[in-house]
């Protein structure tokens, strides 16, 4: 009977100070900041709907809290667990886990997230740019984009290539920088997006009517069409004051029935995005985007064109180029042609040879 009360006496003994070791640890932890270390700042992005287990596992891989136990302990006892807020954190490492679970209970500082696309970005990087801001997945992102029926809701005028596109959605995200409320649904930031897109198609237009006026007489594009064309001219120069040249070019080899030949349409797909074209590229005639196996427009576009790109096609320049090349001296700009002998002494002249 001693001995029994003996063991029981050591039993509490060290239960007793393995807690109060425990609970020292415990308090100790929530007390100090992340790190004693140089200052920085770690951003962390809690989605809408993460549950308590998906906001403990994003703060450890980031550095956030190191004994995720310790803190869920600490929301709970708090009852904090069930008010952490969605949002962009920026969040010093000279804070302690205590400060955190206080920020995350009473939100972000800005009531807002941010959200860049920039002028060019295709859908895959309009996906990444959302995930990024903490609006979705890009998974999540890259499937509305890619669906049919959700871009015909957005009013997107549907081009009659409709069915051979990567995304109907594709040049119609336009590139600006928008506010985005935590909680916001996907398809209403989307269909805002489209709908700034559709304004600036409009003030293009409007902005130099007679020269829009004679060249839809001229050329017949629609706004699908145009947006196409503008999205090749985005990609195939980031000058402002070429835009329009760029666009002369592309329109005089239409009236002329010419490929467009532009290799920014040679690489339009998740896989190849921002890469150099090749010789076996040019001559893939299975790809429907390739301006080079295939005479006319694209079946859609290929990025995202900005307010110039789309101001270009809508007012070009008058020319009679048909041809341009890279100056190949780092400004971005470019050589025009208006016959095939003179370009191709502009290319032996600025790509030494290189072919084209």
Not at 145 to 164: I, N, Q, Y
Not at 218 to 227: A, K, S, T
Request: charged share 25%; proline share 5%.
């Amino acid at each position: 009977m001693k001995r029994s009360v003996l063991w029981t006496m050591i039993i509490i003994t060290v239960l007793g100070s393995v807690g109060g070791l425990l609970f020292w640890d415990y308090t100790d932890y929530i007390g100090n900041p992340i790190s004693f270390r140089e200052e920085r700042n770690i951003r962390v992005v809690v989605r809408q709907d993460s549950t308590l287990t998906q906001v403990l596992e994003l703060l450890e891989d980031k550095g956030v809290i190191l004994r995720p136990a310790y803190f869920r302990v600490f929301l709970m006892v708090n009852e904090l667990d069930g008010r952490l807020k969605a949002g962009v954190y920026m969040i010093s490492t000279k804070r302690s886990p205590r400060d955190v679970a206080i920020l995350l209970s009473r939100g972000p500082q800005t009531a807002y997230m941010v959200l860049t696309i920039k002028e060019g970005f295709n859908i895959w990087q309009v996906a990444h740019a959302m995930e990024e801001a903490g609006i979705a997945t890009a998974d999540e992102v890259l499937v509305l984009l890619k669906d049919g029926d959700f871009a015909r809701r957005t009013g997107v005028p549907v081009g009659p290539d409709a069915a051979r596109t990567l995304s109907l959605l594709e040049g119609f995200v336009f590139p600006e920088t928008y506010f985005v409320a935590p909680g916001q649904k996907l398809e209403s930031i989307i269909e805002r997006m489209v709908r700034q897109c559709r304004k600036e198609i409009e003030k293009a237009k409007r902005s130099n009517l007679v020269r829009y006026s004679i060249m839809k007489e001229q050329m017949g594009l629609n706004d699908y069409e145009l947006v196409t064309l503008a999205s090749i001219v985005e990609r195939e120069t980031a000058l402002p004051h070429e835009k329009k040249l760029v666009a002369s070019v592309f329109l005089n080899r239409l009236r002329r029935q010419m490929p467009l030949q532009s290799d920014p349409t040679l690489t339009y797909s998740e896989e190849k995005q921002g890469g150099r074209p090749t010789a076996a590229d040019r001559k893939d005639e299975t790809n429907p985007y390739s301006t080079y196996a295939n005479k006319g427009l694209p079946p859609g576009p290929i990025c995202n064109p900005g307010r110039e790109s789309l101001a270009a096609v809508a007012a070009p320049a008058r020319t009679d180029f048909l041809y341009f090349v890279s100056r190949n001296d780092g400004t971005g700009g470019h050589h025009f042609s208006v016959d095939y002998d003179e370009h191709r002494r502009a290319v032996k002249k600025f790509l030494k040879g290189e072919d084209r």
